[in-house]
């Protein structure tokens, strides 16, 4: 119930592409769905995030499109860039200070 | 602001040591939650601290223990290392309050465990 499924586990995708990274959760008390990136030797840091009331959130290439009856959300990087070569968790929350974390997709953007 | 601040980066302990890891939050955040990465389990929540007090708490054992000062810092101890206890620790800081806030993690401790 605590868990969050991350897939796929890595990706490759051309530069100038959509890179696209899924999540899914199964307790719905879980009201904050953020989005971190970890470059190698860093913490993780926040890109972006999204709570249940909302089905899709945009900042700049970066969007979240959330599906709240298939207890599901996703990722999309548009016009994916060498240096979004990074790996990506989802993430997910309650009222509380604990993080609930997919296991990381690990993301390659060829030039 | 300065961002989250963990000492030290890297240490070597032998199993059956103990170590002490410390986190200073981003000035006027007052919850810090740390966090365990391995590549097996990814990353997993250890505990969290607010106002000197833990406030959650994972499915780790009590051989991981942590406190908070009254200036916000936090450290956390491992006794009796094992060898799977070779991760690294994140610490991440928030302001802490009721609201779903965003969490910033710093750099991380990188233990090794021989």
């Known amino acids: 119930q605590q868990q969050v499924k991350q897939s796929p586990q890595s990706l490759i995708v051309q530069k100038g592409g959509i890179s696209i990274i899924n999540c899914a959760y199964e307790?719905?008390?879980?009201?904050?769905f953020p989005w971190y990136q970890q470059f190698p030797g860093k913490g993780p840091a926040l890109l972006i995030a999204i709570r249940p009331d909302v089905s899709e959130k945009k900042e700049g290439r970066f969007t979240i499109s959330f599906n709240k009856s298939a207890k599901q959300f996703s990722l999309h990087i548009m016009d994916s860039q060498p240096g979004d070569s990074a790996t990506y968790f989802c993430a997910a929350s309650t009222h509380t200070g604990k993080l609930i974390f997919g296991q990381g997709t690990t993301l390659q953007v060829k030039p | 602001k300065a961002g989250v601040t963990q000492t030290p980066r890297y240490l070597i302990k032998t199993r059956g040591q103990q170590v002490t890891l410390s986190c200073s939050p981003i000035?006027?955040?007052?919850?810090v939650s740390w966090y365990q990465q391995t590549p097996g389990q990814g990353l997993q929540f250890l505990f969290e601290?607010?106002?000197?007090?833990?406030?959650n708490k994972g499915n780790f054992p009590g051989r991981f223990s942590g406190r908070q000062f009254s200036n916000s810092r936090s450290e956390m101890n491992v006794s009796t290392l094992e060898l799977g206890d070779s991760a690294l620790y994140l610490c991440a800081s928030s302001l802490g309050g009721t609201e779903i806030e965003t969490q910033y993690f710093g750099p991380g401790t990188r233990l090794l465990v021989l």
């Open positions: 601290y607010f106002s000197e007090t833990q406030r």
């Open positions: 000035s006027g955040h007052r919850s």
């Open positions: 307790n719905t008390a879980f009201d904050y």
